[in-house]
């Protein structure tokens, strides 16, 4: 389901989604809603379909189609009704999809699709239900004449039967159409699915670990040439672990080595002072969210094996590296 741009759960209870945008007439739309009850108050989600349409089927997990929907009469299209409060428990949320077919007239028009939220009604008959100021609505774009016939002699714009007969063709082809036209959306890191994380990662060679939480592959990858520009380095280790783990991140670095009498003596960048000093060491200490085990599953024994084979890929073969993890 792909919810709306505008709002959020942050802002509404409930959100809109059709499987798809654009159709044609007769073909069957299916309207996704996923909505969330906040209070054990009478609540009821109500949803303006238009007219010229056929409601083939509701399905709400665990609920019976038939107990899910009610019309009022004298409403400009179909209002169907559904009493959260009657099958969720407050903070509960279910998916409802509701599958119509369309009976428009072939011509090009919109078709909108308004839910809102009722509470405190005292029963589900007579036409109480007005479209609220918080109400959504969500645009189906109907075509009544077929895309094909651009690439016909104009006489046959004129023909119903070539019409329909095309319409038919392009709604079959319709998701491998739309699946070329948004093609470019696999390559960005914001836009591609989950599934893509992997072989998108492999493109700037990168391997993505099964327990890299994807939200933050997808910072990664679109940092993939800072990232590779200063590998090696303490700012570039400092990142990616602070990108796995979510916590913060200090690394010291002792490249000098110990000043020994005779020979050569000298003070200078390369020459440390004291004996607890060892050369081309890096020490790393973490701050790590407690929730990070949660998240993996690790113990903190495993969850430290992990980000040691993180520095390991990453620091300099000749050097050494100790670590510490704190969780909070």
Sequence with gaps: MSPLASGGRDRYTFELALDRYVCYPMEAVTLAIRARLESPVSTILCIHLPQKLEVEAIHMDGIDDNFLTVYTRNFDGKLLAIPLAKYLEPGGDAEINICVRLHSIPMNHMMNFTAWIAQDVPDLQGDFFVEPRGSRTIELEVK?????????????????????????????????????????????????????????????????????????????????????????????????????????????????????????????????????????????????????????????????????????????????????????
């Design 144 to 328: 009544g004449s077929a895309d094909y016939l651009r690439f016909l002699p104009e006489l046959y714009s004129y023909d119903d039967f070539v019409n329909r007969f095309l319409m038919m063709f392009e709604s079959f082809w319709k998701p491998i159409n739309q699946q070329i036209a948004q093609g470019e959306n696999y390559y960005d890191p914001d836009l591609t699915p989950d599934r893509f994380l992997k072989w998108l990662a492999s493109w700037v060679g990168m391997e993505i670990d099964e327990t890299f939480p994807r939200e933050r592959v997808r910072e990664l990858i679109k940092n993939a040439i800072p990232f590779y520009h200063s590998r090696g380095t303490a700012e570039s280790l400092r990142f990616f672990l602070e990108m796995y783990s979510g916590g913060k991140v200090e690394i010291k670095e002792r490249k000098a080595h110990n000043m020994t009498i005779g020979g050569v003596m000298g003070l200078g960048d390369g020459i440390a002072l004291g004996m607890d000093n060892k050369p081309n060491t890096v020490l790393v200490s973490m701050t790590v969210p407690v929730s990070e085990l949660t998240r993996t599953g690790f113990t903190k024994e495993k969850y430290a094996k992990k980000i040691k084979s993180f520095i390991r890929n990453i620091v300099p073969a000749h050097t050494v590296f100790s670590l510490s993890c704190k969780y909070v």
